[in-house]
T-cell receptor
Framework: GAVVSQHPSWVICKSGTSVKIECRSL??????MFWYRQFPKQSLMLMAT?????????EQGVEKDKFLINHASLTLSTLTVTSAHPEDSSFYIC?????????FGEGSWLTVV | KQEVTQIPAALSVPEGENLVLNCSFTDSAIYNLQWFRQDPGKGLTSLLLIQSSQREQTSGRLNASLDKSSGRSTLYIAASQPGDSATYLCAVTGGSNYKLTFGKGTLLTVNP
């Protein structure tokens, strides 16, 4: 399957700061990128969908000004959590769509203290 | 709104046992269904993908079935091994926009 590199794997930041998570497609060009969030013992929830060169489409309840998504190229998408708060602590994972399946990155654990 | 439910939430079995994980979904108009494996602190690994027109898929010791009309899927693991210990997630895709709706997963522990 395709290889998706996501980093950082783990990040701890202070409340009020911003954190950027990168997702790179290493061996294919992904038109569509998905960002998911997973709280402990909960389902993975879709946050937003982005297509290269266009603005992301956010799911209901997800603040677009807080979770900035940039999909500047077919191989790179970033999620920036701005003014992070402890309640943003979660597992964030990207998925790149190609054909009829999605290839996921390794995920990023964010802890806001 | 699609909802995906996985039963049981956790399962502990001795090594060598065959086991079944269950997944149900509320909207039968799906594009496909996937089973993923998630290891602690890791990302998702796709195990099996079943298209809406298919009834089952097999890969090694894994067999997944799909009954779209009843909104159910099962993942059968034969001769379980300790290395199979992980969380297994079921996800369905609605339409053609690749949006997946996940269940909460089943935490499987295979004891040596």
């Amino acid at each position: 399957g395709a290889v998706v590199s996501q980093h950082p794997s783990w990040v701890i930041c202070k409340s009020g700061t911003s954190v950027k998570i990168e997702c790179r497609s290493l061996d294919f060009q992904a038109t569509t990128m998905f960002w998911y969030r997973q709280f402990p013992k909960q389902s993975l929830m879709l946050m937003a969908t982005s297509n290269e060169g266009s603005k992301a489409t956010y799911e209901q309840g997800v603040e677009k000004d807080k979770f900035l998504i940039n999909h500047a190229s077919l191989t790179l998408s970033t999620l920036t959590v701005t003014s992070a708060h402890p309640e943003d602590s979660s597992f964030y994972i990207c998925g790149e769509g190609t054909g009829n399946t999605i290839y996921f990155g390794e995920g990023s654990w964010l802890t806001v203290v | 709104k699609q909802e995906v439910t996985q039963i049981p939430a956790a399962l502990s079995v001795p090594e060598g046992e065959n086991l079944v994980l269950n997944c149900s979904f509320t909207d039968s108009a799906i594009y496909n269904l996937q089973w993923f494996r998630q290891d602690p602190g890791k990302g998702l690994t796709s195990l099996l993908l079943i298209q809406s027109s298919q009834r089952e898929q097999t890969s090694g010791r894994l067999n997944a079935s799909l009954d779209k009309s009843s909104g159910r899927s099962t993942l059968y693991i034969a001769a379980s091994q300790p290395g199979d210990s992980a969380t297994y997630l079921c996800a369905v895709t609605g339409g053609s926009n690749y949006k997946l709706t996940f269940g909460k997963g089943t935490l499987l522990t295979v004891n040596p």
